[in-house]
């Protein structure tokens, strides 16, 4: 069974520091490993998606990094922002059966 | 394109009420997927269906809740009776094919 877990729970950080959010999963059989933000009570944007074969994704001030091996992704939001306060969670589709296993999530709160 | 459509997107209800959600896939998606988030935590999926068969539905509490997929494009979750704990957000997501879930933007419950 995957387990994917999400360090810290939350985040608070000044306006124009980076983020740095962590994923780790235990079945290194993925087919990808997606990203989504969360907004109070509503539904999943999809932010990054990174195949198994690739070792990066990036949009804009965003940057995501997999490490298959290791059971590790990283996400980095360049010079944050207070729009980017929301909930983050990593999803990893697994290779056998393409069931998506979630994170519980990184609220992050960005103080102006 | 038009994106997956819920209703309602949010609902208060009693508990022993019963309560029925509402999903609009993306237009050509064969699969369909009910998740439940709880707060605090990431989405557990409910039910897959592909077309208007069921392909998952282990982790759906069959003793109150019940889906259906109707001529293989809309779907509809019911809940009856309802408990406390049923209180989350539910989300509907459809993919064309398995390896990306385009999610809707949920249905708020609170039974009260």
């Known amino acids: 069974k995957q387990e994917v877990t999400q360090i810290p729970a939350a985040l608070s950080v000044p306006e124009g520091e980076n983020l740095v959010l962590n994923c780790s999963f235990t079945d290194s059989a993925i087919y990808n490993l997606q990203w989504f933000r969360q907004d109070p009570g509503k539904g999943l944007t999809s932010l990054l998606l990174?195949?198994?074969?690739?070792r990066e994704q990036t949009s804009g001030r965003l940057n995501a990094s997999l490490d298959k091996s290791s059971g590790r992704s990283t996400l980095y939001i360049a010079a944050s922002q207070p729009g980017d306060s929301a909930t983050y969670l990593c999803a990893a589709l697994r290779s056998n059966d393409y069931k998506l296993s979630f994170g519980a999530g990184t609220t992050v709160t960005v103080r102006a | 394109e038009a994106g997956v459509a819920q209703s309602p997107r949010y609902k208060i209800i009693e508990k022993r009420q019963s309560v029925a959600f509402w999903c609009n896939p993306i237009s050509g998606h064969a699969t369909l997927y009910w998740y439940q988030q709880i707060l605090g935590q990431g989405p557990k999926l409910l039910i897959q269906?592909?077309?208007?068969?069921?392909?998952?539905d282990s982790q759906l509490p069959k003793d109150r809740f019940s889906a259906e997929r109707l001529k293989g494009v809309d779907s509809t979750l019911k809940i009856q009776p309802a408990k406390l704990e049923d209180s989350a957000v539910y989300l509907c997501?459809?993919?064309?094919?398995?390896?990306?879930?385009?999610f809707g933007p949920g249905t708020r419950l609170t039974v009260t």
């Open positions: 269906f592909q077309n208007n068969g069921v392909v998952d």
């Open positions: 997501a459809s993919s064309p094919h398995s390896y990306e879930q385009y």
């Open positions: 990174i195949q198994s074969s690739q």
